[in-house]
C-alpha cells in the first residue's frame, strides 16, 4: 500500500521536529566539541571521575565514530566516542549524560525500568504490527488490523517512555558536571544547549510516531464505516 498526500499531513510535523533538531544537534555539536574545557579534562577523565565518585558498578570503553556514546545495562559498560573522549564541552556533556542513564540504572529508575521492559515488545510490534494492519486492511478483517495497530502502537508508547528517560539522564549529567566541578560555570551553558538539542531528538521521533499511528487509526476507522 503505497503511502499518500494524507499519511505525510499526518508525519509531516514529526518530520518537520526531525530536521529542525537535526539542525540544532548538529549546529551546538560542531561548535562545543571544538571547544577545549577550560578545566583541562577530557571526557574520558570525567567519565572515569563520575563513575569512581558515584559509585557506578561499570567499565568504560572508547569506541570510534561521532555521538556513538552509549550505556550498555546488560554487559555493565559505558562507551565513548573517540571525539567525545577528548576534551571539549560537549564531549564531557555527552558523556555525563550517558552515565546518568548508569545512574539512572543503579538507582533503579522507574522509567528506565519500564523502557527496558519494553524493548523486546516493540520490536517485535513495530514490524508484525505493520504487516498485520495492512494484511487486515487487505482482507477487510478489522480485527486483524486492530491486533496490528495495538502491536504497532508500541512503538508509540515506547518513544514515549523515553522521553523523561533521556530529559532525567540530562539533568543528572549536568547535576554531577556541577558537582564534580567538571565543567567552569561559564562552559554549563554550552553542555545544557548541546543536551537539550539531542533531548529534542527524541520529541521529534516521539511526534513521528504519534503520526503514524494517528494515519492507521484513521484508516481503521474509516473502514469500518464502509
Not at 23 to 46: E, I, M, R
Not at 73 to 83: A, K, L
Not at 128 to 144: P, T, V
Not at 200 to 225: D, P
Request: charge should be neutral; charged fraction near 15%; glycine fraction near 8%.
Amino acid at each position: 500500500m503505497p503511502y499518500n498526500i494524507t499519511y505525510l499531513l499526518y508525519t509531516l510535523p514529526g518530520l518537520a521536529l526531525a530536521l529542525l533538531a537535526k539542525y540544532f544537534l548538529s549546529s551546538y555539536y560542531n561548535t562545543y566539541s571544538k571547544v577545549p574545557t577550560q578545566t583541562g579534562l577530557t571526557g574520558l577523565d570525567a567519565g572515569k571521575i563520575i563513575i569512581s565518585n558515584e559509585n557506578l558498578p561499570i567499565s568504560s570503553e572508547v569506541i570510534p565514530g561521532e555521538l556513538t556514546d552509549h550505556y550498555d545495562s546488560q554487559r555493565n559498560i559505558v562507551r565513548f566516542s573517540s571525539g567525545n573522549a577528548a576534551s571539549s564541552i560537549a564531549g564531557i556533556a555527552i558523556v555525563a549524560h550517558e552515565l546518568g542513564h548508569a545512574c539512572q540504572d543503579r538507582d533503579k529508575f522507574g522509567m528506565m525500568s519500564i523502557r527496558t521492559a519494553l524493548v523486546p515488545a516493540t520490536n517485535i510490534g513495530s514490524n508484525l504490527g505493520f504487516f498485520l494492519i495492512i494484511l487486515g486492511l487487505a482482507l477487510q478483517f478489522s480485527g486483524l488490523a486492530t491486533l496490528g495497530l495495538i502491536l504497532f502502537s508500541l512503538t508509540f508508547i515506547f518513544t514515549l517512555v523515553t522521553l523523561p528517560v533521556e530529559f532525567n539522564a540530562s539533568k543528572r549529567g549536568i547535576d554531577m558536571i556541577k558537582k564534580y566541578n567538571l565543567l567552569t560555570p561559564d562552559e554549563i551553558p554550552g553542555a545544557k544547549k548541546v543536551l537539550m538539542a539531542a533531548a529534542f531528538t527524541y520529541v521529534a521521533a516521539t511526534v513521528t510516531s504519534l503520526g503514524q499511528v494517528l494515519y492507521y487509526v484513521m484508516m481503521l476507522s474509516g473502514k469500518s464505516k464502509d
